[in-house]
């Protein structure tokens, strides 16, 4: 605190006014032109996808069916799956070689 | 389900009851080492995908240098669900070629590539050539500033081959440098030439595969091995995988939707830290391992060479490995295959951590 006191001290003896407005401008610039960088870059940024609360909600509950719906096909399939493994293994589908012929 | 109307009428034309007979005919071996046989299915699977996807987002895609980058803005911002759909194609471009190197390596380490199945190989592979192109090209149609500086990136490096380099970089640009016309270029590319080629290969791929039947590998010995009938007790599997594999794509498409960078700037000097797509990383690796200058030669010339050796070597493996052409072991085949994968991995996660 003391050091900076010196160099406040510093500054109101030996640096002419017009001197302090000069670095003050330059410095006020300096922060508006990153300032505006930065909000320019943040307005480049282009949105991918949809930034509505709302819109998020469906997208993601969508998903949500979407993996719900694949769960139950899924296990529709394997239940098909295994039947037909099970008529395969009794054999029925097979044809029967000494069948006779009908005419 | 039971339509014996649409029977009869396919029956009197099609000889339907002989179509049903074949498909039953046709038996899939079963043992420990099936999974892999998924693996080509599940990236045919994700070309479809890819097609549907593609021929939706050529309906509103501009091939121009001044309205591409537009064009894919407004796709993924004003159209309705048009993120969702540019989302799908990106990651399902970045799932395809990675099962395509999943079903590359399973069946180089299987040995299914032996003799008589020579030419499936040789398909497979091209095909997967193809698919890379297929990346490269598509990569450049966003038409932003990253895009912009890797295609320049391979373009430049494919000048670096010897004798025909020249050739190919003219060809694949157009023009001096990455513009217009190799926008245009790339567009005719991934929507024309590519697919045409594309679809014809995997035609003869899956004829080949048909006609061959299933590969047993050779360290099952040569017992008689259990079989199931295609369909549909193999078909149902396929369907399953099929059906999963498309839930970890819509779930990646929706969780993380790929970023559009500012459109590209030809006079602008390319960001830093460039990286072109994580397939290629292997091989932008396996540069920077190269100094600028060997014995007086150019130092990227002398590693592109190399790496076209190495890839050529990889493609004629099923010409060179005689022994499993005559169903004996050929552990020295392995561990090349081995190396080869060990080598890809690790330049690649190097490529992405570097």
């Known amino acids: ?103 | 389900m039971n339509y014996p109307r649409l029977k009869d009428w396919l029956d009197e034309r099609y000889d339907w009851e002989g179509i049903k007979r074949l498909a039953k005919s046709k038996l899939i071996p079963e043992h420990r080492y099936d999974l892999w046989y998924y693996t080509g299915g599940i990236t045919l699977f994700l070309f479809i995908l890819q097609f549907v996807t593609g021929m939706l987002m050529s309906l509103y895609y501009v091939p121009h240098i001044d309205f591409a980058h537009k064009s894919i803005i407004e796709i993924v911002t004003k159209l309705n669900m048009g993120w969702f759909f540019r989302s799908l194609h990106h990651w399902g471009a970045q799932l395809c070629i990675a099962f395509l190197f999943i079903h590359l390596f399973g069946t180089l380490l299987l040995k299914s590539y032996r003799k008589p199945r020579e030419m499936v190989w040789v398909s497979g592979f091209i095909l997967l050539g193809i698919s890379i192109f297929f990346g490269l090209s598509g990569y450049l149609l966003l038409w932003d500033e990253s895009d912009f500086a890797a295609t320049r990136v391979a373009t430049g490096g494919a000048g670096a081959f010897p004798v025909i380099g020249w050739f190919i970089k003219a060809f694949l640009r157009g023009s001096m440098d990455v513009t217009g016309d190799t926008l245009l270029r790339f567009y005719a590319f991934h929507v024309a030439i590519l697919p045409i080629l594309t679809l014809g290969l995997i035609g003869v791929h899956i004829l080949l595969v048909q006609y061959h039947g299933m590969s047993v590998p050779l360290s099952l010995g040569t017992e008689k091995q259990k079989e199931v009938p295609f369909f549909p007790n193999v078909f149902y599997k396929d369907l399953s995988i099929w059906l999963v594999v498309m839930g970890v794509l819509v779930t990646l498409a929706v969780l993380l939707p790929p970023e559009i960078a500012p459109k590209a700037d030809p006079l602008a000097p390319p960001p830093e830290n460039i990286k072109p797509e994580w397939y290629f990383l292997f091989l932008l690796q396996t540069l920077k391992l190269f100094p600028g200058e060997i014995l007086g030669l150019n130092g990227e010339t002398i590693a592109i060479l190399l790496v076209a050796c190495a890839i050529l070597f990889f493609f004629l493996i099923p010409f060179f490995d005689k022994k499993s052409s005559r169903g004996e072991k050929s552990p020295l085949f392995t561990w090349i295959g081995v190396i080869y994968l060990l080598y890809f991995l690790t330049m690649t996660v190097v490529g992405f951590l570097s």
């Not at chain 1, 769960?71 to 037909?84: Q, T």
């Open chain 1, 1 to 103: 605190m003391r050091r900076i006191g010196i160099a406040a001290d510093f500054m109101k003896r030996f640096l002419p006014l017009c001197y302090r407005v000069f670095v003050l401008a330059v410095s006020f610039f300096l922060t508006d032109a990153a300032s505006s960088r930065a909000a320019e870059k943040a307005a480049e940024k282009i949105v991918v996808f949809p930034s509505t609360p709302y819109d998020s909600y469906l997208i993601y509950e969508s998903l949500v069916v979407f993996w719900l719906f694949i769960l139950s096909l899924l296990v529709i399939i394997r239940l098909k799956l295994r039947e037909i493994e099970r008529i395969q293994a009794l054999g029925v589908e097979e044809e029967d070689r000494d069948a006779p012929l009908l005419e």
